[in-house]
């Protein structure tokens, strides 16, 4: 019997992307389909890549249309996913695919988004230690934002094998993709392509305490986190050049050994052969994460470097990755780690 | 029990593509795979992007390692199909992706190639009147090339309805992916990255006999064929604007009437609603084909404007879905019409 | 002494372009500049490349501000320009960049533009036949559009020359810069990056008939043109493909000389050595054209080929050379025919 | 009367782009132009965008060729400016856009480069403290490395100052073309679009010394370096996000104010008004260099960024400043703060 979906959002980015991988998901029916300021238009138009729902019509986002579906994607700006999950019952597997529900600690949503802090849901990354059990038959699953994804699997098993000290320096370059489909004159095709440029210097970046939330969690205390994210002249990808000092006594053999520890077992997540490094194209379009980590020895750095595709493991890949676990579903189905290139 | 499929040449462009293609098959078991200077590497290295083969080692491209296969496609330099065929024997499937059996003419063969001509395979166009009668239970197939497969799809409609003169105008982008992977000055990162420039202008173009070919089997009579093809600062896709004057008496709605009937069935070939236009992102790393036609009255012509993804539908998906046909399995399987976008 | 010249629009494209030539310009002093939503941001926040700028303050597009130039450049939206020359009276040099005083038929301005026509100024191409005489001393310039700069280019001298058939073909690739900078979804980096699509196919794009007037014009009789234009992932230049068919008699040799004759004496139209072909990123950023021309003797049909920066010599470059003439300055003068390559 | 130049190594990027600024330079004649493989060939062809020297041929690298110049530019592979030098004698201005001569430690030479060092040449960078005064009048300059010159402008500032801790993490994005011309597949247009990815990772990078040389001589003791290039989809700029812990009691206007003392009468170097950021698109093609900085309060690292065109200021345009230096020219002298943009 197949799983039915609804997406709430489906103009966008992050609800074409789930779009695109639901259809290729076998398991999965896709059912209704909403929209905003697009209610009433086809789909065809919004999304021309999805060719099998080219006439699919967009809905209006109410609880009447998201109703009857086993799960629901809200694809939604930041603010209204609560409401809309509320509304949809608790027997509803609602999948976030937005910030709302990703944070902890009510101070920092309060400081990062400025509104009251609307809970905290079951996180979506597998990957990190417990993660799964706490995924398994849950309704509700708040999907990681697209640089935390990046880095936290970057660095993540250095900070549970205790081998790095507790402060990480990270520069991401991101794909425009991660900017959404709002237009606005900056994201212009005339202004990014052969540039790049950085944004949200200095700590202010939105994805920073979700960063410092996950990095802490795996070290069992407090890691600070300077956070400076890029735009890069790609529509997809995001690299992300972490490091943190290693701490007294690491070799290179054991930051290896902690990392090959932390991520044989992971389907997703591909811990490149030593001397070979990361590339956005290699997991275009795909759910796959390659990470690699050398042990700087002039500096005493751990550098971890990690690729993704920003829309794909880092919003709705992910995202159909926790629903499968959410549903009982194999944690691979209907996901990819073939990425299309060149 | 699945098909097992060898691939010639493993180590390029069109034979990462139809590996990418032949791993989400599930007919489909992947042996033996072959390079010539790569042979010895790890896949891993040469198409980073295909996780699931990383630990295969390319093997010299030899009659014994290409033994034992259901299927073997060849990606190998013009020339060389031949003498690999012969030795395969007759029971084997070979689809030939480079150009070596596509043209029926020897003269022409012998004046864009300078060598003496192979013969003559069942041409893997499916979507061509009468091809897949012609394709079915065949044990050789010649791939079209990329730009025939995108302009053919565009203008054959109006050929096959006797609707368009006998001289068609095309000029076609297409991204750096069809130069193929063979480190060229031209072909640079720094200098293909915002330039558009032409190149086999004036006729010279390898392709256009083969255009021709295909053009005139539509119209039944001989078509003339100005052929321009240019560089498009983009990894993959095609995107073919067409022309030819209408013969008197053609309105909208006849030429539109053409189109509909002769791509109604197809489906990977999809002609557009009207008002909207094929775009090269929409079917990125998909076999689909977007399609659009209108009349300009102003001058009398027809102006016919495909989509494709070269290495997909105009290489290795027309390869797997020719394939399918010669095999009698379902034509669409292993295939899809969702693009990558954005 | 220095000519004053203002710059109406200058927060967009065109008046940020034809501000980075006139500060390279020895005989300009860069006056007022204006914009409308703009007015009172700092010109180093909207256009950051003009760092000599920097600090400059955009005013209202007032005739009270724009009011003691010799010259002022307007790049409005269509249809403002004729109320802000008429307010600047006859002994200001007005180089209109938009397209109000382009067409010299009013019925084609109505049909294109849906509006009452202003009248005709000028036509700021001086490589036109008789162009540079009617250029001199005027006070009123009507700046050619992109696509019509570079088609004309690439075909005028067929059509001067009599060699070329009534019909022209012409396909051509534009960099996103040519939309303008007003944010719309399809001009997101997301979506034109890795794409391209057609537009105003079929005879709809408003440049259509200016190219109609100007091949006209060369050949002395009406030559109608199917032009199709295409949005190129690139920021700047255009490509143009034109094609028409050769008159009866005319050979590869006829068909060089007549380019020879009409392009030898030009400072920024270059035409290329036999084989060489065109390449926008040979001319990205400076005001030279290069053109190549070749008889495709299997079709009878001369293509003729170009390329250009559409914001400076499909523009801004094309108003400061006019500029030059009607002033009496040296043509060449603060213009570079060096491209910013690779 | 005019400086008569030569360049040797003309058909590369390097070589091509100090031709670009030197046609633009007044003071300068541009006189032999030398090539490996390529001479005997036409500059038209190697270098097709700058068209005033189209019809220049390549000659020989040989000490006959060169001599007779008042300046030499070299553009050779790494390590045969040595013997070049020597035959042109100590009168002539040999400015070596090469690697030979930059480092001052002959041991660093031999572990980033494997050979015997040839000796330390004046560091063509005049906005280091006392530079200026070395480099006028010398006959001799060592132009620095791109990413060098992009993260010391970033940087120095803070160690000059004193607000800076001694460990710097250094993350860069460079375009392709500080990769060179010569054909290699990882550097295809294919590849390289739509692709970010990290080379040199864990210090082995070839410009970690150079960057360790400036940093430590501007802090007055030794700083050590973690940096990470990357290769972004573009064919030019240096983006460089450098980061380094505060000292004790440094606030936000320290750090600013040390970056306004140090930049404020530099002509090149623009410290970026607060809250706007540096964009490679904004000084695409020319010698200006954008910096911002900002104190991250919460894990008390002071954030600076750079923006550099790596061909422009990173390579020809700091040559030609230094040049300009060397010669008593004005410093500023047929040099541009203007990028092409967008």
Redesign the interface.
Known sequence: MAVRAAVAGASG?AG?EVL?LL??HPEVEIGALTGNSNAGQ?L??L??????L?DRVLQETTADVLAGHDVVFLALPHGQSAAVAEQLGPDVLVVDMGADFRLEDAADWEKFYGSAHAGTWPYGLPELPGARARLTGTRRIAVPGCYPTAVTLALFPAYAAGIAED?A?I?A?S???G?G?A???N?????????????G???GHRHTPEIVQNLSAAAGSRV???F?P?L??????I?A?C?AKAKPGVTAESVRAAYEKALADEPFV?LL?EG???????????N?V?V?V??????G?I?A?S?IDNLAKGTAGGAVQSMNIALGLPEELGL???????
Request: glycine share 12%; net charge positive.
């Open positions: 980015y074409g695109r259809l290729a086809r065809g138009t999304q021309p890549h999805l060719l099998p080219a402060e320096v520069v370059a794909g425009t993709s900017a489909k237009p606005k004159p994201l212009l095709g005339s202004e990014v392509m052969g540039s790049m440029s950085p944004y210097v200095g700590g600070s986190v300077s400076t890029t890069a002249p790609m529509p997809r990808g690299l050049t490091s591909h052969p070979q490094w990361p590339a956005t194209a290699s997991v275009y379009g795909s796959a390659q690699q050398v042990l700087d020895e002039s500096v750095r550098i470097i690729a990819s780690t073939i990425g299309v290139a060149p």
